[in-house]
Each structure stands twice: as C-alpha cells, then as structure tokens.
C-alpha cells in the first residue's frame, strides 16, 4: 500500500480539461465583460463580479450548477483517482477554483468522496440568494513568488506537509498546470514528486528555473499519461517501501549457521 503517500491535485486543466471560471463566462457569454474587468481587478474579485452579474441577469444557480456538470474531465483521470485512493494515498486538492464548482463537478462524476480535503475560495449564497465566491485568504500572505494575492499554494502545502507527517506520511506528490503552482512546487523536498503539465505555465518555469526544484519531476501532457506516470510511481513507492519493512521485520540469516549448514553427526547406537 502507499499510505505513507499524499497526493496533490491542482483542479483547473489538472483534473478537469479546462478552467472552470471561463466555461461559465463563455458559456453564459460574458466571457468579453470578464476580461475587460481583469485589466483592474485580481481574477478572484473579478469571479465574484461577475457571478453576480450573470445571476442579475437572470440566471439561477441550478443553471449554473447544470452547467458545470457538462465540464470535461478525462476518463483517465478518473481511474487515476480511483487507483491512487484504492492503493491507500491520502488525496487532496488545492486551487484557486471554489467550493461550488469543485464539489458540484466532482460530485456529478462520483469522485467527491475520494479526496480527504479541498483547499479553495469559499462560496456562500448572499441575502439576494446570489451564489458568491470569497477569496482563500482576505489578508496579504506576504508571498512574492506567482501567487495571487487572494491564494499562497505553497504556505497551504507546507501547512499540509505538517499535518500529515505528524500522522505517519513521508512523500508528497504535486500535480498542477498554472503559474500558481509554481510556488508549491519549490516547496517540496527531495523524495517528493512534482508532476507538471507538459507545455503549461507551470512546467515553463519548471525548466527554466529547475536548479530551485528539489522534487522529483514527471512531466505528463494528457489524462491518459497522467494515469499511467501518476500509477507507476506510487507502485515504484510501494515495491521500495515493502523492501524496506521487511528488511527490518525480517533481517538476513547469518552468513553461516553451522547448526544447519554441516551434516548431523549419526546417532551411534549404544554397546
Ligand atoms: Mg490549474
Ligand atoms: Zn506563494
């Protein structure tokens, strides 16, 4: 088993296929009014801008929930889920989505109860009965790396580290796309894993900058390489582990143990 593994999963174009705030947007067709909005506002503000515009409009949460259950997400990153969870790693997601859109996709494919905890913006629904999202953090985290001002990935995977170490896990396997997740990455230690989105923000700066990066790296482009990279791993991870328990359960034989290695002396009958 890989109980001693927690995997970290990114959300947007890492489990599922695209970015859940433009699927909205584009398809409640809003997407121009949010990038004009991006030119003075943070993402996370201009998110809650605009849910509130689309729901003035008219719109309801039940469309928007509808919505994102048409969301594209891999068949192979379903298994990969299911298998990582089946051979005993903790899994976890950390992103700058939010709680409604995470639960309500991950629910509709059956994947909700797979993950021990999701670190995103909170959502709430407002006195108007709005759907509205908050940012992860409302006070300055004092990162400077690529962070945005309303989410540090890496202060939530060092606190993530912390936590689960104490309870007995030792690796730790990042898995991500975007420039925010850059900033785990230099987080983690040598016999962790970062698993960077081949041709994606985060594996730019992976390669130009990989003299920073301690982790093991396993680049993969599609869910179908993902599953495949992601699975060899933990079972690399499980063979060693295994090796390991049972040369402290069972230590070798003595080189030489004369009691079994030379023939028994003959009994000799008695006189
Ligand atoms: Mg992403
Ligand atoms: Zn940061």
Same mark, same amino acid.
């Not at 992860?136 to 689960?164: D, L, Q, W, Y």
């Not at 993902?226 to 070798?252: C, G, V, W, Y």
């Given at each position: 088993?890989?109980?001693?593994?927690?995997?970290?999963?990114?959300?947007?174009?890492?489990?599922?296929?695209?970015?859940?705030?433009?699927?909205?947007?584009?398809?409640?067709?809003?997407?121009?009014?949010?990038?004009?909005?991006?030119?003075?506002?943070?993402?996370?503000?201009?998110?809650?801008?605009?849910?509130?515009?689309?729901?003035?409009?008219?719109?309801?949460?039940?469309?928007?929930?509808?919505?994102?259950?048409?969301?594209?997400?891999?068949?192979?990153?379903?298994?990969?889920?299911?298998?990582?969870?089946?051979?005993?790693?903790?899994?976890?997601?950390?992103?700058?989505?939010?709680?409604?859109?995470?639960?309500?996709?991950?629910?509709?494919?059956?994947? /909700?109860?797979?993950?021990? #905890? =999701?670190?995103?913006?909170?959502?709430?629904?407002?006195?108007?009965?709005? @759907?509205?999202? *908050?940012?992860?953090?409302?006070?300055?985290?004092?990162?400077?790396?690529?962070?945005?001002?309303?989410?540090?990935?890496?202060?939530?995977?060092?606190?993530?580290?912390?936590?689960?170490?104490?309870?007995?896990?030792?690796?730790?396997?990042?898995?991500?796309?975007?420039?925010?997740?850059?900033?785990?990455?230099?987080?983690?230690?040598?016999?962790?894993?970062?698993?960077?989105?081949?041709?994606?923000?985060?594996?730019?700066?992976?390669?130009?900058?990989? /003299?920073?990066?301690?982790? #093991? =790296?396993?680049?993969?482009?599609?869910?179908?390489?993902?599953?495949?990279? @992601?699975?060899? *791993?933990?079972?690399?991870?499980?063979?060693?582990?295994?090796?390991?328990?049972?040369?402290?359960?069972?230590?070798?034989?003595?080189?030489?143990?004369?009691?079994?290695?030379?023939?028994?002396?003959?009994?000799?009958?008695?006189?």
């Amino acid at each position: 088993m890989a109980t001693g593994i927690v995997v970290v999963f990114d959300f947007d174009h890492t489990i599922i296929d695209c970015d859940s705030d433009d699927w909205i947007f584009d398809h409640f067709g809003v997407t121009k009014l949010f990038n004009e909005l991006l030119l003075t506002m943070s993402w996370n503000s201009c998110v809650d801008w605009m849910m509130k515009e689309i729901q003035t409009q008219g719109r309801t949460i039940q469309e928007i929930a509808e919505c994102l259950k048409r969301v594209p997400l891999h068949t192979h990153i379903i298994t990969a889920i299911k298998s990582a969870h089946a051979l005993g790693c903790d899994l976890r997601i950390v992103s700058d989505a939010n709680v409604f859109f995470i639960e309500t996709i991950l629910k509709h494919y059956g994947l /909700l109860e797979y993950f021990s #905890e =999701i670190n995103t913006n909170p959502s709430f629904i407002d006195e108007q009965g709005r @759907l509205r999202i *908050l940012p992860f953090t409302s006070f300055p985290h004092g990162c400077t790396v690529s962070c945005p001002t309303n989410m540090c990935k890496g202060k939530i995977i060092e606190r993530i580290r912390a936590s689960s170490f104490g309870e007995g896990k030792k690796q730790l396997v990042y898995i991500g796309d975007g420039k925010g997740d850059f900033c785990p990455s230099l987080k983690l230690r040598e016999g962790d894993y970062v698993m960077p989105r081949k041709n994606y923000p985060v594996w730019e700066l992976i390669c130009s900058n990989s /003299l920073l990066i301690k982790a #093991e =790296i396993h680049e993969w482009r599609d869910g179908d390489e993902l599953e495949h990279k @992601l699975l060899r *791993l933990l079972n690399t991870f499980i063979i060693t582990d295994e090796a390991q328990n049972s040369m402290t359960m069972n230590p070798l034989p003595p080189i030489c143990s004369t009691h079994q290695l030379l023939p028994q002396a003959l009994p000799v009958p008695p006189y």
